[in-house]
């Protein structure tokens, strides 16, 4: 069997506040907890209920610190910038771009970006997609979201890490498992996930159903729910496929 693949990531540190300055520690969490998720090495895996461990995988994709600057330099692979500004939006992607108070990208085509800074809007973080331009490619995550509990100190339902887990899975094409609309008709694009008519929201008591989806019901277990950070444990074995057809198509540049 191939040997996984392995990702340099870039953290920015954007804040406004030694709060928001994170430490090294919390950081370092977010990476354990993205390659245990992604080599479902995750302790939690034992709770994925039998009848769907059939689809659960081993997505074989780990995850480094950068070493070496976009300059030749060696570096933490932690970038830590002091900003005037309090919070950044979703919607104008400001954490980005230094001429907004953010910081800019390191080339794409060498590093997965990971921005970390004090978001509006009640939001946990959020991704670029392969199709997104190269300057705002990467993801954002909430400070407060950043990491696993004792390292990350903010949140109780979303302090295991897994917003990180999610927003890569978005950065390496993955859809929302429920397809993004609240219909039937959408879906996710990949055949082993159940179709699901919305999100999932908290952490369901059992089987759940939807879209004539049972005896099994909705994934809610699936990290591109929107399920509590406790209550998710697993990528399919189809999300894997996708999220590998990827790396060697629109993201190959990453793994030379
Ligand atoms: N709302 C965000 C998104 O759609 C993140 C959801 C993360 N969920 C979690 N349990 N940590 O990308
Ligand atoms: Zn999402
Ligand atoms: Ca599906």
């Given at each position: 069997r191939k040997a996984a693949i392995t990702?340099?990531?870039?953290?920015?540190?954007?804040?406004?506040?030694?709060?928001?300055?994170?430490?090294?520690?919390?950081?370092?969490?977010?990476?354990?907890?993205?390659?245990?998720?992604?080599?479902?090495?995750?302790?939690?895996?034992?709770?994925?209920?039998?009848?769907?461990?059939?689809?659960?995988?081993?997505?074989e994709?780990?995850?480094?610190?950068?070493?070496?600057?976009?300059?030749?330099?060696?570096?933490?692979?932690?970038?830590?910038?002091?900003?005037?500004?309090?919070?950044?939006?979703?919607?104008?992607?400001?954490?980005?771009?230094?001429?907004?108070?953010?910081?800019?990208?390191?080339?794409?085509?060498?590093?997965?970006?990971?921005?970390?800074?004090?978001?509006?809007?009640?939001?946990?973080?959020?991704?670029?997609?392969?199709?997104?331009?190269?300057?705002?490619?990467?993801?954002?995550?909430?400070?407060?979201?950043?990491?696993?509990?004792?390292?990350?100190?903010?949140?109780?339902?979303?302090?295991?890490?897994?917003?990180?887990?999610?927003?890569?899975?978005?950065?390496?094409?993955?859809?929302?498992?429920?397809?993004?609309?609240?219909?039937?008709?959408?879906?996710?694009?990949?055949?082993?996930?159940?179709?699901?008519?919305?999100?999932?929201?908290?952490?369901?008591?059992?089987?759940?159903?939807?879209?004539?989806?049972?005896?099994?019901?909705?994934?809610?277990?699936?990290?591109?729910?929107?399920?509590?950070?406790?209550?998710?444990?697993?990528?399919?074995?189809?999300?894997?496929?996708?999220?590998?057809?990827?790396?060697?198509?629109?993201?190959?540049?990453?793994?030379?």
């Amino acid at each position: 069997r191939k040997a996984a693949i392995t990702i340099p990531v870039v953290f920015h540190v954007v804040y406004n506040n030694g709060i928001e300055n994170i430490s090294e520690e919390q950081i370092l969490s977010q990476l354990a907890v993205l390659n245990a998720d992604f080599r479902r090495k995750n302790a939690d895996a034992a709770n994925t209920p039998a009848y769907f461990l059939p689809y659960a995988a081993d997505a074989e994709i780990e995850f480094c610190l950068a070493v070496v600057d976009p300059d030749g330099n060696p570096t933490t692979g932690i970038t830590r910038t002091r900003t005037d500004r309090t919070q950044f939006s979703y919607i104008s992607d400001n954490v980005k771009f230094s001429s907004t108070g953010g910081t800019d990208a390191w080339d794409r085509n060498q590093y997965l970006n990971i921005w970390i800074c004090n978001l509006d809007g009640q939001i946990l973080g959020y991704s670029s997609t392969p199709e997104t331009e190269a300057r705002r490619d990467g993801v954002v995550l909430h400070y407060r979201a950043v990491g696993a509990y004792p390292a990350n100190p903010f949140s109780s339902k979303y302090n295991l890490g897994r917003t990180g887990t999610h927003e890569v899975g978005h950065w390496l094409g993955l859809k929302h498992i429920w397809g993004n609309g609240t219909t039937c008709t959408d879906s996710d694009d990949i055949d082993d996930t159940p179709n699901q008519e919305g999100e999932t929201q908290g952490c369901p008591d059992g089987i759940s159903t939807s879209c004539d989806n049972g005896p099994y019901g909705n994934m809610w277990q699936n990290y591109m729910d929107y399920s509590y950070d406790n209550c998710m444990n697993l990528y399919t074995k189809g999300q894997a496929a996708y999220m590998q057809a990827v790396l060697s198509t629109t993201r190959s540049t990453i793994l030379n």
